[in-house]
């Protein structure tokens, strides 16, 4: 026999208000997990679609001039100028700090070809970094260019130029083959001629030279205005910019969510701890004779609060862990109605550990009062109820 | 100063208690010793203080006045924890209605004094199960109180009083709730125990008891009368 005993005892034969006290905690921890994963799961999904929406950071060469460009429009004129930076130095991008969240770096070089006497805005990329960085492009027609001399065409340009897929398209004296024509986007694309970034320096006779560098850049835990400061100081003479709008307002309606959720944790917890306070108090009550006799047979009064306390600590244990499974549960079936079309972000194994060190934390607290008291009963005055 | 061969002497002892608005005189100015391996009696009408004086004897009732030793300790100079300590192991109670804890087998229910020593679980499985061989209960170890008889109960009450191998026995009105047969098979289990070099006292008021013991202290209105 020992204290541990008579905790696990006392338990099996009150189950009816173990339960009420272990649901509770459920509900205290349940509350906290599900609000947690569901800011989570906003956050990622969030991410997820900014990714999809494309660059976050766009780098170009540091210019003197003012834009005269807004909205589509051109005002200065036609302006075929277009400062270029070296190459070579575009992997230092992948030594700044914040590295590793940097997911798709899409460098670019622009310039302006004749065909069939109209000037058309030629864009030479890398394919693949471009196609994984502008997931709304679709093509209406061929395939996307895999060869070096395979070009892909703008819709409007297409039609302007009065070219379809399999044409053969001549850029500067250079033969290229038609594989793909894009759907319409709405952006400057639809307007231009895109071939590989090599062939696109050739035609535009600007070997190892880049017009601009799109980054796409993962924001959890990354302050994106950082990032941009830690490229810019690799670059010197590029502008950095981050294009954190989007970003900010969607952080923002995240934050506010978060402050709710906090505020609704704080007051369910509350009441998770009342329960738990009135439900061992009820128990220690009862327990008046039990105690008395307890304190007769020579217990201490630290040996009584042991006992209550280790009850808290057994139910605090199963509280804990059965508030996280359900808090997942519900957060996994919540998910999909608070966000459209949202994914669950995933089971967080620290919340995890988090929720069961605060299932036994609120347990413990709760309890403090009852083992207390329990503790300094008069065993004379325990022992008049025998 | 106590004598020798005196297990408890008391001394000008005096408790008192509110009961509402009304101050009850529950002690009155009492003095007497009991001796060591003596079996001794506390008779009285209900009402007359005997359990309250039982209480005072076994340390969980502070009195008002006067001076208790128990083995020339003055037992309410102890702090109560200290207290606690000396109850586990100088004392064993018998209470009222047996009390055993209802959730807890036979075996569990004579551990329980020896929750707070420092035995290993064997050693106290080995002591659990001589005393409960002892009270006639050897084949009834796994069972819960309720599965038992009422004299069966007070038996396992008494092996949790015993367990320990305290030297002072209090029992209060062990028999009280029992038949006359099974009563009078309580009294000589606890006579058997005197026997063994326990010093037992017993609350009763029942005059039939006074039979087993070796002298009765008699408790009337908050006096006593040895």
Same mark, same amino acid.
Request: proline letters at 3%; glycine letters at 8%; charged letters at 20%.
């Given at each position: 026999?020992?204290?541990?005993?008579?905790?696990?005892?006392?338990?099996?034969?009150?189950k009816?208000?173990?339960?009420?006290?272990?649901?509770?905690?459920?509900?205290?921890?349940?509350t906290?997990?599900?609000?947690?994963?569901?800011t989570?799961?906003m956050?990622?999904?969030?991410?997820?679609?900014?990714?999809?929406?494309?660059?976050?950071?766009?780098?170009?060469?540091?210019?003197d001039?003012l834009?005269?460009h807004?909205?589509?429009?051109?005002?200065?004129?036609?302006?075929?100028?277009?400062?270029?930076?070296d190459q070579?130095?575009l992997?230092?991008?992948?030594t700044?700090?914040?590295?590793?969240?940097?997911?798709?770096?899409?460098?670019?070089v622009?310039g302006?070809?004749?065909v069939?006497? *109209?000037?058309?805005?030629?864009?030479?990329v890398?394919?693949?970094?471009?196609?994984?960085?502008?997931?709304?492009?679709?093509?209406?027609?061929?395939?996307?260019?895999?060869?070096?001399?395979?070009?892909?065409?703008?819709?409007r340009?297409?039609?302007?130029?009065?070219y379809k897929?399999?044409?053969?398209?001549?850029?500067?004296?250079?033969?290229?083959?038609?594989?793909?024509?894009?759907?319409?986007?709405?952006?400057s694309?639809?307007?231009?001629i895109?071939?590989?970034l090599?062939?696109?320096?050739?035609?535009?006779?600007?070997?190892? *030279?880049?017009?601009?560098v799109e980054?796409s850049?993962? =924001?959890?835990g =990354?302050?994106?205005?950082?990032?941009?400061l830690?490229?810019?100081e690799?670059?010197?003479?590029? *502008?950095?910019?981050?294009?954190k709008?989007?970003?900010?307002?969607?952080?923002?309606?995240i934050?506010?969510?978060?402050s709710?959720?906090?505020?609704?944790?704080?007051?369910?917890?509350?009441?998770?701890?009342?329960?738990?306070?009135?439900?061992?108090?009820?128990s220690?009550?009862?327990r008046?004779?039990?105690?008395?006799?307890?304190?007769?047979?020579?217990?201490?009064?630290?040996?009584?609060?042991q006992?209550?306390?280790l009850?808290?600590?057994?139910l605090?244990i199963?509280?804990?862990?059965?508030?996280?499974?359900?808090?997942?549960?519900?957060?996994?079936?919540?998910?999909p109605?608070?966000?459209?079309?949202?994914?669950?972000a995933?089971?967080n194994?620290?919340?995890?550990?988090?929720?069961?060190?605060?299932?036994?934390?609120?347990?413990l607290?709760?309890?403090?009062y009852?083992?207390?008291?329990?503790?300094?009963?008069d065993?004379?005055?325990a022992?008049?109820?025998? | 100063?106590t004598?020798?061969?005196?297990?408890?002497?008391?001394?000008?002892?005096?408790?008192?208690?509110l009961?509402? &608005?009304?101050?009850? /005189?529950?002690?009155?100015?009492?003095d007497?010793?009991?001796?060591? /391996?003596e079996?001794?009696?506390l008779m009285?009408?209900?009402?007359?203080?005997?359990?309250?004086?039982?209480s005072?004897?076994?340390?969980?009732?502070?009195?008002?006045?006067?001076?208790?030793?128990?083995?020339?300790?003055?037992?309410?100079?102890?702090?109560?924890?200290?207290?606690?300590?000396?109850?586990? /192991?100088?004392?064993?109670f018998?209470?009222?209605?047996?009390?055993?804890?209802p959730?807890?087998?036979?075996? /569990?229910?004579v551990?329980?004094?020896?929750? @707070?020593?420092g035995?290993?679980?064997k @050693?106290?499985?080995?002591?659990?199960?001589t005393?409960?061989?002892?009270?006639?209960?050897?084949?009834?170890?796994?069972?819960?109180?309720d599965?038992?008889s009422?004299?069966?109960?007070?038996?396992v009450?008494?092996?949790?009083?015993?367990?320990?191998?305290?030297?002072?026995?209090?029992?209060?009105?062990?028999?009280?709730?029992?038949?006359?047969?099974?009563?009078?098979?309580?009294?000589?289990?606890?006579?058997s125990l005197?026997t063994?070099g326990?010093?037992? @006292?017993?609350?009763?008021?029942?005059? &039939?008891?006074?039979?087993?013991?070796?002298?009765?202290?008699r408790?009337?209105?908050?006096?006593c009368?040895?």
């Amino acid at each position: 026999m020992k204290l541990h005993n008579i905790s696990l005892g006392n338990i099996q034969r009150r189950k009816g208000k173990m339960l009420f006290l272990v649901l509770g905690l459920v509900m205290g921890i349940s509350t906290v997990v599900t609000l947690v994963s569901i800011t989570e799961s906003m956050t990622w999904n969030i991410e997820q679609r900014l990714n999809q929406f494309g660059a976050n950071i766009v780098m170009v060469p540091k210019s003197d001039r003012l834009s005269l460009h807004y909205g589509g429009i051109n005002v200065g004129g036609v302006n075929y100028q277009v400062r270029e930076f070296d190459q070579k130095k575009l992997s230092d991008i992948r030594t700044i700090k914040n590295h590793k969240n940097l997911s798709i770096i899409a460098p670019k070089v622009l310039g302006p070809v004749t065909v069939k006497n *109209k000037t058309v805005l030629l864009m030479g990329v890398v394919f693949e970094q471009e196609l994984a960085l502008k997931t709304w492009w679709h093509k209406s027609a061929g395939r996307f260019p895999e060869r070096e001399n395979d070009v892909m065409l703008g819709s409007r340009a297409a039609a302007l130029l009065g070219y379809k897929v399999g044409d053969t398209i001549r850029l500067s004296d250079r033969a290229f083959n038609i594989a793909a024509i894009l759907r319409p986007t709405g952006a400057s694309e639809d307007d231009a001629i895109m071939v590989s970034l090599i062939a696109g320096q050739t035609v535009l006779g600007k070997e190892g *030279k880049l017009s601009m560098v799109e980054i796409s850049a993962f =924001c959890q835990g =990354c302050p994106i205005s950082e990032m941009t400061l830690q490229i810019a100081e690799k670059f010197p003479h590029a *502008k950095v910019t981050a294009m954190k709008q989007a970003v900010m307002s969607k952080m923002q309606s995240i934050e506010m969510f978060k402050s709710f959720s906090l505020g609704v944790s704080i007051l369910v917890i509350l009441i998770g701890s009342l329960l738990v306070m009135v439900t061992m108090m009820g128990s220690v009550n009862e327990r008046t004779r039990e105690i008395g006799i307890f304190r007769a047979i020579g217990f201490r009064r630290g040996h009584v609060m042991q006992i209550i306390l280790l009850e808290a600590l057994l139910l605090g244990i199963i509280g804990g862990i059965m508030g996280f499974v359900t808090g997942n549960l519900m957060a996994c079936s919540l998910i999909p109605m608070v966000i459209k079309d949202g994914v669950f972000a995933g089971i967080n194994s620290t919340l995890g550990i988090v929720s069961l060190f605060m299932a036994v934390a609120l347990s413990l607290l709760a309890s403090l009062y009852p083992a207390v008291k329990a503790s300094n009963m008069d065993p004379s005055e325990a022992l008049r109820a025998l | 100063m106590t004598q020798a061969n005196h297990l408890i002497e008391v001394h000008g002892l005096n408790k008192a208690y509110l009961n509402g &608005d009304t101050r009850v /005189e529950a002690i009155k100015q009492m003095d007497f010793f009991i001796d060591d /391996e003596e079996f001794i009696t506390l008779m009285g009408p209900s009402g007359s203080g005997k359990s309250t004086l039982l209480s005072i004897l076994g340390g969980l009732n502070h009195p008002n006045q006067g001076k208790v030793f128990i083995d020339s300790l003055d037992l309410y100079a102890l702090t109560a924890e200290q207290r606690a300590d000396f109850r586990s /192991e100088y004392i064993g109670f018998v209470f009222q209605s047996f009390q055993l804890i209802p959730y807890l087998t036979v075996l /569990e229910n004579v551990t329980l004094p020896m929750a @707070v020593t420092g035995q290993k679980k064997k @050693v106290k499985t080995q002591m659990a199960m001589t005393v409960i061989d002892r009270v006639g209960l050897g084949t009834k170890a796994l069972r819960l109180p309720d599965q038992l008889s009422g004299g069966e109960q007070e038996r396992v009450a008494i092996a949790r009083a015993i367990v320990n191998k305290p030297p002072l026995i209090l029992a209060d009105e062990p028999t009280g709730n029992l038949d006359s047969k099974t009563a009078k098979d309580i009294m000589i289990l606890l006579q058997s125990l005197n026997t063994d070099g326990h010093t037992v @006292v017993v609350v009763t008021h029942n005059a &039939d008891m006074e039979a087993y013991a070796s002298r009765c202290i008699r408790v009337q209105d908050g006096k006593c009368f040895v």
